[in-house]
Nanobody, 124 residues
Framework: QVQLVESGGGLVQAGGSLRLSCTASGRTFSSSGMGWFRQAPGKEREFVAAISWNAGSTYYADSVKGRFTISRDNAKNTVYLQMNSLKPEDTAVYSC?????????????????WGQGTQVTVSS
């Protein structure tokens, strides 16, 4: 069992930056692929970024490529999402997710554990 807790969300002006953190409990974190997803009001949840168990592989949605960076520190059981050059359309609840496997996925139903989410609001 893995429990995930996100932090770092907030209100920021367009062009600003935020760093989200997702801290996991459970012994399987270091062997799990991790992902970040977001859901804006009235929209479906969408994939943002993902990272393999050893950070050897990462993948980004086209909408965030070049602006967001996913990373992880297995010693701290934490995965991060550095978000730069934020835009109003990035406003959403951001959630992290853990896979039972070691690889990353872009499809939400391949993740087994989810955090409660953290709100990110970007003002214009």
């Amino acid at each position: 069992q893995v429990q995930l807790v996100e932090s770092g969300g907030g209100l920021v002006q367009a062009g600003g930056s935020l760093r989200l953190s997702c801290t996991a409990s459970g012994r399987t974190f270091s062997s799990s692929g991790m992902g970040w997803f977001r859901q804006a009001p009235g929209k479906e949840r969408e994939f943002v970024a993902a990272i393999s168990w050893n950070a050897g592989s990462t993948y980004y949605a086209d909408s965030v490529k070049g602006r967001f960076t996913i990373s992880r520190d297995n010693a701290k059981n934490t995965v991060y999402l550095q978000m730069n050059s934020l835009k109003p359309e990035d406003t959403a609840v951001y959630s992290c997710a853990a896979s039972k496997g070691s690889s990353w996925h872009t499809v939400s139903n391949l993740y087994n554990y989810w955090g409660q989410g953290t709100q990110v609001t970007v003002s214009s």
